[in-house]
DNA sequence: CACCAGGCAAGTA
DNA sequence: TACTTGCATGGT
């Protein structure tokens, strides 16, 4: 169990660090809000590119939209998303979010998106399937409002400049940011990619420290 | 070959 | 509440 050992540098600055090595990333990659739902889905402890071949298989279905998905069969809608992963789990996590849609906002993303956001959020959580994670992304990419979203890029971050303990809550980590933070939709948007642009090239293990933009927040030693 | 990747729910104690 | 396990493909 690690402790937290240091302190917790200026996160506005840790931001202008990562936007000014890495530039603007223009999240979420997804052409329609209900793209990005279901990326939202499909992403769940996968990789992105897996996504990507499910996304495709999907569009050249003309299954891209909620009708479609929603009376889709069940085996096909399987067998289109495939490469993600956990075809079965999530065709099924697919069906949930689209009933919800279907049943209680005729369809309509946009009746949905019209909830405040402490609603919408509550709402999706109550999917079958939507974690507090996938619904977060939902919530900041497609309907736009300022929560931060943690994910396991979010929690090896922290964890690895040690500014928290690897096992905090999710919620917790998300109040470390919300507070330190503007509440600014724009802002979450683009830290958040940040993330994830810096956890793919840095703090995957102690190496590679070697010109992260963020070693000049740790103390001397560590570096 | 093993290990990992932008989680979540259900089961157990 | 706190662990553990199943889900599954594709890249390294």
Redesign the pocket.
Known sequence: MSEVKQLLPPLREVFDALLGRFGPQH???GRTRLEMCV??IL????????VE?AIVNLRAARALNVRALHSADMKML?QWI?????????AQRLREFTTMLVDDFGGSLDKLFSLPTEKLRERLLA?????????D?IVL?AARRPVFVI???TRRFMSRHDWAAH?AS?DHLAKVFEAALPRDETLFNEYHALI?AL??EFC?TKARCDGCPLRKFLPEKQR
């Not at 495939?82 to 075809?87: D, E, L, Q």
């Not at 999917?127 to 619904?135: L, S």
Request: glycine share 12%; net charge positive.
């Open positions: 999240w979420w990659p990326g939202a992403t769940q402890n996968t990789a992105w590119k897996n071949k399987a495939r490469p993600a992963g956990y075809f079965n789990v999530k999917v079958k399937g939507i974690g507090p994670e996938t619904a992304c990419y994910d396991a890029y096992a999710y994830v956890g793919k995957r």
